[in-house]
C-alpha cells in the first residue's frame, strides 16, 4: 500500500539523518582535538628551535664542572619567541656543587 510505501521511506530518511548528524558530530570533535594537537605541535617545534639556538650560540661545556658553585645575579627567565615580557626579572642565587635543586611550579608556569 502506499501509506506504507511512504512510512518506510519516512523511516528509513529519519534513520540516514540521525546517521548524519552522528558523524558531522565526530567530524567537529575531531576538527577541535586536531586543533589541540596542532597548538602542542607548534610549542614543541618552537622549543626546539630555541634549544637548537642555544646550543649553536653557546661553547661546550665539560661535563664535570671545576667550579664549586653556581652563581647568576639578575637572570631574567621568559618564554621563547616573548623574551619582551620575561616571566622573572632579576633572579639571583647560588648553586653550591653537591646541592639538590628543584624547579617547582603549576602547569605552563615556565619551569622548562
Known amino acids: 500500500s502506499e501509506a506504507g510505501h511512504l512510512t518506510e521511506k519516512f523511516v528509513r530518511s529519519s534513520r540516514m539523518l540521525t546517521t548524519l548528524s552522528d ?33 649553536k650560540q653557546q661553547p661546550k661545556r665539560p661535563s664535570e664542572s671545576k667550579t664549586p658553585e653556581i652563581v647568576f645575579k639578575a637572570l631574567q627567565v621568559a618564554v621563547p619567541g616573548a623574551e619582551e615580557s620575561p616571566l622573572l626579572r632579576y633572579l639571583s642565587g647560588k648553586i653550591e656543587k653537591g646541592m639538590h635543586t628543584l624547579i617547582a611550579g603549576p602547569n605552563g608556569c615556565g619551569k622548562t
Open 23 to 55: 558523524a558531522i558530530g565526530r567530524i567537529v570533535l575531531s576538527y577541535k582535538q586536531i586543533s589541540i594537537v596542532a597548538g602542542f605541535t607548534e610549542r614543541v617545534t618552537r622549543l626546539v628551535d630555541c634549544v637548537e639556538t642555544v646550543h
